[in-house]
C-alpha cells in the first residue's frame, strides 16, 4: 500500500510560480514510478509529468519546458515545480504512484486527493 498527499496548491496570476508537493507514505517498492495529472471541469485526467525509479522523466507537450518533476533522495517526497503559468493550467492536480511504468497514462494503482490550483489571467 501507498499513501499520497499533495500540498502547495493555490492562487496564482499569470506568469507566477507554484511548487505542488506530494508526501508519500507506505511500501516504496509500489512507489517506483510516480507522475503527476490534473483535471479540469468537464474535461478527462491527463498526464501531465512522470518520473520513473532512476530519475528520467517525460512530459506532456503542454507544460514541457515550463514545469519540473523531480523526487527527493529518501524518495519520500515528489514535487512538481510550476513556472509561467497559464490560466489553460487551471485544474484540480493529483499525483499517482505505482511498480509498473504508465508514465503518463492515468492507470496508476495509488492516487491521492488531489489539490486544486486556480491561474488568473
Known amino acids: 500500500q501507498v499513501q499520497l498527499v499533495e500540498s502547495g496548491g493555490g492562487s496564482v496570476q499569470a506568469g507566477g510560480s507554484l511548487r505542488l508537493s506530494c508526501a508519500v507514505s507506505?511500501?516504496?517498492?509500489?512507489?517506483?514510478?510516480m507522475g503527476w495529472f490534473r483535471q479540469a471541469p468537464g474535461k478527462e485526467r491527463e498526464g501531465v509529468a512522470a518520473i520513473d525509479s532512476g530519475g528520467s522523466t517525460t512530459y506532456a507537450d503542454s507544460v514541457n519546458g515550463r514545469f519540473t518533476i523531480s523526487k527527493d533522495n529518501a524518495k519520500t517526497t515528489l514535487y512538481l515545480q510550476m513556472n509561467s503559468l497559464k490560466p489553460e493550467d487551471t485544474a484540480m492536480y493529483y499525483c499517482?504512484?505505482?511498480?509498473?511504468?504508465?508514465?503518463?497514462?492515468?492507470?496508476?494503482?495509488?492516487w491521492g486527493q488531489g489539490i486544486q490550483v486556480t491561474v488568473s489571467s
Open positions: 507506505g511500501s516504496p517498492y509500489n512507489a517506483d514510478y
Open positions: 499517482a504512484a505505482d511498480r509498473v511504468d504508465w508514465w503518463l497514462l492515468p492507470t496508476y494503482k495509488y
